[in-house]
């Protein structure tokens, strides 16, 4: 095994920190695949991969004998399709099965409800039902990510908690499969600092990305969490929300050109028909595994904030007497690959044996079955142009109204810190005057003197600040706003070359 | 041309807005490079590429020809090597020339010195000399940028402005190429809100990705600028300025996988020999155009901050009395390309025939020469890894410094918010009593507790915001730190398998 490595315990899991990747040529042969950091070795993953559990996952043939790879033998993820001869697309051809587990946790410290019973509960049952990749966000506390890797070291020893903002992003990663690499896109616009009862600003919303190689595919998974939607009638952080789908469907784009699959869980808070979604899947080509699923089971309509959760707040799902979609896992397969989803799983409120639910939100549980196709795809998306270039229009749009309501806040804001800046200068001159004697024929107001200065001083500071904070997010609305636009040009000009 | 589009005119000059890039596979045949995005067709780039200046670029033979590419004929920037038969690598091979002009502009507005005067002057030396790609940073006024804008339209038909902070990147990009796509990323970390004599954090320092494909050979091309350095014997930005070059890294490391050639260019402000320029060539394998030139012209050492420019603070480059050299053109070849830098120039002092310099900085000038190679490259920088390791270290024990003050400062500040709100409530209780009647007997001093109160809130306020500022600030540092941790344990551990 000339040029293989092994892989490396890093504080108490294993974990390999790539650099760029070599370019492949899969034109070749699949033995040439390997993702390597600019100073590393070629590393084999088959020689340390985890034993797979027999009891959960079925083990039957080696991926690598059947593509011609050189990778040793190892214990690996692969199973032909229950039923292949007649579902399987190429018969004969082998799958890997994936089974991906995504939920919002709802672990804010001091704030959620019995979250520390609810966080070993999610623990025990990802320690017990042995899936391949877990997916969790809102695991607000650092602690409480530790205390799940500690017990779940032994089922997925690798993992990745992703820092950012004052709280954190709240978006960790536990993988039955070595994590090659990470990256962190904290978004441009994520609410207000002064909107302290919702609080997002301090969450630092971003997208994490885990770069997985399972049985010579690459696999890039992306994890996030959108900002919240507190009012859907008058939504005031839509713009901010679809800023965030832009740039994470910008960020997939841009990130995922050696993949071979894109895989992205999280609670995006959008319904399935926002044109925030529609925006993000139709710039990425993602496919939403609720709509693809062959078998499906969970709460109708695959809703994730439902009535029947004891978590969740009733008043809020009023108008949505089912509940609502939020929490997807969207996929797709890129160069030589296919995927189907055959099976899609939501929990329904309390968790099994159990009164209480995991969380406010239901857990989405995925099983993908990857599977080599015959011949590499080429673009085949250009037919939904015209679609796309209409969802781009309506985002644009919105993004357009949140970028007037920006400046009219800076606008204001800026107004009020030149009034209070002239106060204060008014107050200098009138403090100078009475030094200097004149009018000083009747008493000087000092208690009355000095409330207003500092009450002028206090708007100046804050309404500075506003105006600096407010004009950040016009630039970055604007410069949505203006790449929304290229790229609605390049559409309409090319509606059908596809 | 089954399949290929052209170009469109986006507000004046022309733009496609791409998708992600279909998976190549060049193990095949060249006729199959595209760049495409998701919807929209291959795009032909050859059908617009804009002519070709036989003043300035020598124009002898079309790349594509030679490599069996299906492009249309067109005019192309290629050359046979001056001298070719004793230089070219592999004789008959066609070389791709590209001219780069990289300049930090120093144009303020309001601050810098005769910035008008020196962004015409600017503007018309960029016509004249016919670059085929421009780096500028420091253009912090979108108006000079539009001003350029208008004036190189004609020669640099293609040119893109990165939005972001409070008052911009300050960078943009002009091209006699078309930009096929552009991506932004903000630097977690920037320096200091209430450092405003120094004012970097308001300049939202990014780096900005601009993605090209010229004659068949993708270009990643980055431009940056990191946050400058005030006191090098002291410098208390370094740990801010490492995490930007660690987060440089990642962003080259993770958005060129599918380029064939990586260009960085930018004010970097670090020497040469400093741990942040040695950790991002290092992690990314990027060549110094400096270093590798085979012919320099300009400034001793290549220097770009010089006493000899009449703009530059001559105190601060008291100990360098040659300069300093902190812009940089990087490079390297992905795949199959060997990249050579033929030529680098820099300006020295006051522009041709004028009396004042471009800037403060001086401009540089690389004369790239690209060209294929017979056999795909591997990964050729394994033995570099335990110097690596080194500079990782180095790094890292500057992270860790910077975290412990972030930490200091996270622990005062937060202090000094509970200090401000005990008394707050001690006050309360005062007036309260007061209010209550008790020690009725002595007269209330009314100024002194306003002034106090305010006084206290103030602090308050203050205080928790730069509370939660060092607290972003720590999670940043703690975060690199650990990436950095990572990939050291990855390098000790594989020292030598490269």
Redesign the interface.
């Known amino acids: 095994m000339g040029?293989l490595?092994t892989w490396?315990p890093?504080r108490g899991q294993f974990?390999?920190?790539?650099?760029?990747?070599?370019?492949e040529?899969?034109?070749?042969a699949w033995s040439t695949l390997s993702t390597?950091?600019?100073?590393?070795?070629?590393l084999c993953l088959g020689s340390a991969l985890p034993p797979s559990q027999p009891g959960s996952l079925a083990l039957s043939c080696s991926l690598h004998c059947l593509l011609g790879a050189v990778t040793p033998t190892h214990s690996l993820q692969v199973s032909p399709l229950p039923g292949a001869a007649s579902k399987a697309p190429m018969e004969g051809e082998p799958t890997l099965r994936l089974r991906i587990f995504d939920l919002n946790c709802w672990a804010i410290r001091y704030l959620s409800k019995r979250r520390q019973e609810r966080v070993r509960l999610i623990g025990d049952t990802l320690r017990r039902e042995g899936f391949d990749l877990v997916l969790l966000q809102e695991v607000w506390s650092e602690q409480d990510y530790n205390d799940l890797k500690v017990k779940l070291a032994g089922c997925y020893p690798f993992s990745h908690y992703?820092?950012?903002?004052?709280i954190?992003s709240g978006l960790c990663v536990f993988s039955r499969f070595p994590i090659l690499?990470?990256?962190?896109?904290?978004y441009?616009l994520n609410g207000y600092?002064y909107m302290l009862q919702h609080g997002d600003w301090?969450g630092?919303k971003s997208v994490g990305?885990v770069i997985m190689k399972i049985s010579g595919i690459i696999f890039n998974v992306y994890i996030t969490h959108l900002h919240a939607e507190y009012c859907r009638d008058k939504d005031a952080y839509l713009p901010h929300r679809l800023v965030q789908a832009w740039e994470l469907a910008?960020?997939?784009?841009?990130?995922?050109?050696?993949a071979d699959m894109v895989l992205l869980g999280g609670d995006l808070n959008m319904h399935p028909e926002d044109v925030g979604i529609r925006l993000l899947r139709?710039?990425?080509?993602l496919r939403d595994a609720f709509a693809e699923a062959t078998h499906f089971e969970g709460c109708k309509n695959g809703c994730t904030l439902v009535p029947d959760n004891c978590f969740t707040d009733k008043s809020e799902l009023l108008p949505f007497p089912l509940g609502i979609r939020i929490d997807y896992i969207l996929y797709k397969a890129?160069?030589s690959f296919t995927v189907k989803c055959e099976e899609l799983k939501t929990t329904m409120g309390p968790a099994p044996g159990m009164d209480i639910p995991f969380s406010d939100h239901e857990a989405v549980m995925a099983t993908l079955h990857i599977q080599r196709r015959g011949q590499?795809a080429?673009?085949t998306?250009?037919t939904?142009?015209l679609a796309?270039a209409d969802v781009v229009t309506e985002a644009r749009m919105e993004v357009g109204v949140g970028l007037r309501a920006a400046q009219r806040q800076r606008y204001f804001s800026g107004r009020m810190a030149v009034l209070a800046l002239l106060l204060l200068l008014l107050q200098a001159v009138a403090a100078l005057g009475t030094l200097a004697g004149l009018g000083a024929e009747q008493p000087f107001p000092?208690?009355s003197f000095?409330?207003l200065a500092?009450l002028a001083?206090?708007v100046l500071?804050?309404s500075t600040?506003l105006h600096?904070f407010h004009?950040?997010e016009v630039?970055?609305l604007?410069?949505t706003e203006?790449?929304m636009?290229?790229?609605l040009?390049?559409?309409q000009?090319?509606p059908s070359?596809?």
């Open positions: 040029g490595g490396i890093v974990r390999v920190w790539g650099g760029p990747y070599v370019q040529r899969r034109g070749k390597l950091p600019s100073f590393l070795p070629a992703f820092r950012s903002g004052v954190g690499d990470t990256l962190l896109y904290q441009s600092p301090f630092g990305l910008q960020f997939i784009r841009h990130t995922s050109k050696a139709g710039c990425t080509g890129i160069s590499p080429g673009a998306l250009g939904a142009d796309l000092k208690l000095c409330l500092f001083l206090g500071v804050l600040a600096l004009t950040m630039k970055m604007h410069g203006d790449q636009w290229m790229a040009r390049a559409l000009e090319h070359e596809g």
